[in-house]
């Protein structure tokens, strides 16, 4: 697969726009405090994308760092000072300064053995949320968080809070974006298609994939912030090892490696999370099998599908005057 | 102390069983199996039906309960491992998550989510010098001891086990000489799900019994498997026991701190060793 420095033309604002009114139309079906779940599931599924999608690095311990920013932002409340946006800066901070202490380990492995790290973290992360630090955390009851008035950003209020968060996610979008056709950008991609050779070119890739996971990680932390603010309350289950499929199964069924992949991916697991366990009772069985179904025959994701139903289109157009060396593309 | 010793042993001869498995599957196959969870909560799940139904017979469940993964190992294998030979790991890493969830799902709809208690078969104690050391973990070291002697046996004299070596090192020079990898390679992941299963089967009288009772027993023998070397099965026996006494001594001092402990060694490792899979 090629690497193109940016998306083919930059529909830049139009998707923004997209973005925004999709989340708006839904939520009159759905209701505003579950669509201000849906985005924040969003943005912890991109910054997944960040590492799987862009670097190939899949981790099984990614609700480590979403915990850790709610309990960051969380126990900054409670303890120190009830102003939201400081907050979430601490919760960002806490989760980005985790991901560099353990990136320093974690990043040296690939494949599964960097899933199943992430996920021995994760574990140990759980435990101590759980019971060495009951005194703070209080364990498995959690706390809640009540955050202050800030003049007129009131993140009590829903609607407020939804705005808020669809600022958040199309800020994250537009780094996200920048970042990744930027060289930076191609360079991580590089690193997935082959690392040895971007080493060869004289790159340290150790420095680029221990940015990537700290940048992923703080943008989890932002996640697991805005996570404790719309629940008002934070508890262990904010860092379940056993969740962490959760955002696999989205990235993969958006289609891995594309930012509106990700937007879709979140969105389609919420309503599938959301509104499925009340018909079917086996819950995880059919995340299973649909997990199965997509690394055998579904491997692109539903992006990345229409992605190729539309090149298709356009080659259709095109067809009738030969391509100068299409055959080697074969 | 010298309980202390034992309780080390025992645990370490339980995570041997386990990591024996997932250390062959991935040096012959390149496939990390999360599908281990399964087989071994699966073999316990049986062996609690089985020593119901039994009425106490403990021996003779435990050996059909190991009997009953079999099959269910080689569904596995045969429908989902063996179509990802040659793929990225992490889709086979996905994929025998999606079987470990389904599976799970299945325990759950048999068996509810409720733990089961489960007591000591033997419930004695040996006693001398003034200590009694419960029988079966003593038991347990014993069998650990004699498999790892079988399996030397196993790898070294038989063909099959030479083959299975022979494949670790190099599996398209085995494939030049006309050996049909693919058998010998379900031959191993059978293998190492009936261990798996046996570990089970061996340590759930000593332990909690839950549907998601497999996810931090392997999450401790990946940390087996890290510390010794992939596809090594020396140094898999040796981390085992290493660890086990870990979790032991640590357990003597902060009983909730056994397992973060054993993590922690694996990324002091980790720091000094790097590996590349």
Known sequence: ?330 | MIYTIVYGFSIGAILYFISIGLSLTFGTMRVINFAHTLTYTIGVYALITLVAFLQGYFVLAAILAVIIVIPISYVIERFIIRRLYGESLDYTFIATFAVSLIGVDVIKWIWGVNPYPMKDPIGEYLMFWGLSLPIYRILIVIIAILLFVALNFFFKKTIVGKIVVAALDDKDGVRCLGINVDKYFSIVFILGSALAALGGVLYAPISSIHPYMGLSILLLSFAVVIVGGMGNLKGTFLSAFALGMVMAITARYWSQGAETMVFIVMAIVLIFKPIDI
Request: hydrophobic letters at 50%; aromatic letters at 14%; proline letters at 3%.
């Open chain 1, 1 to 330: 697969m090629p690497l193109k420095n940016a998306p083919a033309k930059d529909y830049g604002a139009i998707g923004f726009l997209v973005i925004a009114a999709g989340f708006l139309l839904i939520t009159p079906i759905l209701s505003t405090h579950r669509v201000t779940d849906f985005m924040i599931f969003c943005i912890f599924a991109m910054s997944f994308d960040l590492l799987y999608g862009y670097m190939g690095r899949l981790s099984f311990g990614h609700m480590l760092f979403l915990g850790t920013g709610a309990y960051g932002a969380g126990l900054f409340i409670k303890y120190i000072n009830g102003n939201p946006l400081l907050a979430i800066l601490v919760g960002i901070a806490v989760a980005g300064l985790l991901g560099m202490l353990l990136g320093l380990i974690i990043v040296r492995t690939t494949g599964a053995c960097f899933a199943l790290i992430n996920l021995a973290f994760n574990h140990i992360g759980f435990f101590l949320v759980l019971s060495p630090l009951r005194e703070i955390t209080r364990g498995e009851d959690g706390f809640g968080v009540s955050a202050s008035k800030l003049g007129f950003l009131n993140l009590g209020s829903r609607p407020i809070m939804f705005g808020f968060v669809l600022l958040c996610l199309l800020l994250v979008f537009y780094f996200l974006k920048r970042l990744i056709s930027s060289p930076y950008g191609i360079m991580i991609r590089s690193i997935k298609e082959d690392e040895t050779r971007v080493r060869f070119l004289g790159y340290n890739t150790y420095l680029y994939k221990w940015l990537t996971f700290v940048l992923a990680g703080s943008i989890a932390g932002l996640a697991g912030a805005l996570t404790a603010l719309n629940y008002n309350y934070v508890n262990p289950n904010a860092m379940d090892v056993n969740s962490n499929v959760g955002v696999v199964f989205a990235c993969l069924i958006g289609g891995a490696g594309n930012l509106y992949g990700a937007l879709i991916g979140g969105v389609t697991y919420m309503i599938i999370s959301n509104f499925l366990p009340i018909y079917i009772h086996r819950w995880e069985m059919f995340l299973g099998f649909s997990l199965l179904i997509i690394t055998f025959r579904f491997r692109k994701g539903v992006w990345g599908y229409f992605q190729g139903v539309w090149e298709n289109i356009v080659k259709k157009k095109v067809i009738g005057k030969p391509i100068e060396g299409g055959a080697a593309d074969l």
